[in-house]
């Protein structure tokens, strides 16, 4: 309880001091590895606030200072400084939670995706959650791109400019391929541009969003040709609606329609 009172003190929501209760590396127990975790995590700059305080504090608290050291180390091998590496650590406190070879494989298996080191190492500091897509996942999305008709060096630039691309499954990528490419009629370079589309619910943005660009394509109101993929989906859906829906007076009932009937909340 005396823990649970400094977290309060400083500012951690109520939200947040429950999954450090239930944690079963229990880091609010004891009194001076606490202490001295808090302190780690506090100089570091984390805002108390924010969920990855809470996550800073159950790695820090779960690893000793030689093991922190180790896995430092390891990432300084490969080409990380020690800024960047802890740049890392504030932007996905698990970062540091893997093992030495899980660390090196993903390092060789993202080089296997046509990434040179520096490349690499870029995607590392953008996007460190990749880390926890095994091997076979990997290797097995390279395979899933090239099947739908991507080049390895389109595959490569989408992994540089969203690395999340390699965790998603061949079956979802392929129904958002049927919808992106083939009905929609983006080439593939849209997508290659703009790979974070693929990370999109197709439910509650992609589908619901070009059905109503269909819509509105059938009543030539916006041309023959699709505008931009970018200008369709990346935007928020109050800034879709204002581009697409609201200017057409007399049909916004009927695209409203079409907008939340394909749109599961």
């Not at 990380?80 to 932007?91: H, M, N, R, T, Y």
């Not at 595959?155 to 990528?173: D, G, H, I, Q, W």
Request: aromatic share 10%; charged share 30%; hydrophobic share 45%.
């Amino acid at each position: 309880m005396r823990n649970i009172l400094v977290l309060k003190e400083l500012g951690v929501p109520h939200k947040l001091l429950f999954s450090l209760l239930i944690s079963s590396s229990q880091p609010v127990y004891g009194k001076e590895k606490f202490e001295g975790t808090l302190k780690k995590v506090v100089d570091m700059g984390f805002d108390p606030a924010k969920a990855k305080f809470v996550e800073a504090l159950r790695v820090v608290y779960e690893m000793s200072d030689k093991t922190i050291e180790e896995k430092v180390n390891v990432y300084k091998r490969l080409g990380l400084s020690e800024v960047e590496i802890w740049a890392i650590f504030k932007k996905w406190p698990f970062f540091l939670k893997f093992s030495e070879n899980k660390i090196i494989q993903t390092f060789e298996t993202l080089k296997k995706c046509g990434l040179v080191k520096e490349e690499v190492l870029l995607v590392l500091k953008t996007r460190p959650q990749c880390i926890r897509a095994s091997e076979k996942k990997i290797l097995d999305s390279i395979q899933t791109f090239l099947d739908l008709g991507f080049s390895r060096d389109e595959f490569k630039l989408m992994v540089m400019r969203y690395p999340n691309c390699t965790a998603y499954s061949a079956e979802m990528m392929k129904k958002k391929f049927e919808v992106l490419v083939k009905k929609m009629n983006w080439p593939l370079e849209a997508v290659v541009l703009f790979p974070a589309v693929l990370g999109y619910s197709l439910e509650k943005r992609i589908v619901p969003r070009c059905n109503v660009i269909k819509a509105l394509m059938s009543k030539g109101l916006i041309g023959s040709e699709n505008p931009p993929i970018s200008s369709v989906l990346v935007c928020t859906d109050h800034i879709f609606l204002n581009r697409y829906v609201m200017k057409h007076n007399k049909l916004v009932p009927k695209l409203m329609a079409i907008f939340t009937r394909d749109r599961v909340s």
